[in-house]
């Protein structure tokens, strides 16, 4: 679903002559310092969700719905592309890059219109994981969505938030893999569930 609607999205950029940057595919300063911050920001905010943020929220150690992948080196490669390209690329031109300019048309540019559609377009992407990944899942979502969405509004551009996800994403996946979910989990609140 999430790959038709990425792709939709940029058909309808393309037939629409919209401006690519105003779904944030602007050139970035300097590739080199957005992917390392991308990719160290997006390492540092999983590790401080699973270590700090989700045991605090009561979440348990393991993440049920993605357990398949521990010791599960063909599920690795599967989830590791999944991360980069559906979740990094495609959820942020979904959430970020389509529903700012979107909701931008509709709600205005002021401050209090950037505020709300960082905080709409999070709780639509907390809601989009709710089903796969139950309370937890999109309680991490829904924060994880702040956090991007603001890297957004303040940036305008998409090239962060979408390495950042994937980095994000992509760290997830190696700590199930590695069967290093509660050890990670335990690392501050060692009674946690």
Not at 42 to 60: E, N, Q, R
Not at 113 to 127: G, P
Not at 155 to 163: E, G, H
Not at 171 to 181: D, G, P, Q, R, S
């Amino acid at each position: 679903m999430t790959v038709v609607a990425a792709l939709l999205i940029l058909g309808w950029a393309h037939f629409t002559h919209k401006p690519w940057r105003e779904l944030g595919f602007v050139r970035p300063r300097s590739w080199a310092a957005t992917i390392a911050s991308g990719v160290g920001f997006g390492i540092l905010l999983k590790l401080g969700m699973k270590v700090l943020v989700m045991p605090l929220l009561g979440a348990p150690s393991f993440n049920a719905a993605y357990h398949f992948i521990a010791g599960n080196p063909s599920a690795l490669l599967e989830m590791i592309f999944v991360s980069i390209v559906i979740a990094g690329f495609g959820e942020e031109l979904i959430y970020r890059g389509y529903l700012f300019e979107r909701l931008g048309k509709v709600l205005g540019h002021g401050a209090v219109a950037r505020i709300a559609t960082v905080v709409l377009t999070s709780a639509l992407f907390a809601a989009m994981h709710l089903p796969d990944q139950g309370r937890f899942g999109a309680e991490q979502a829904l924060l994880t969505g702040l956090v991007s969405g603001t890297i957004f509004m303040r940036t305008k551009s998409i090239w962060l938030p979408m390495i950042m996800h994937a980095a994000f994403d992509v760290t997830a996946v190696v700590i199930i893999y590695m069967n290093l979910e509660a050890s990670v989990a335990h690392l501050v609140f060692p009674g946690s569930r």
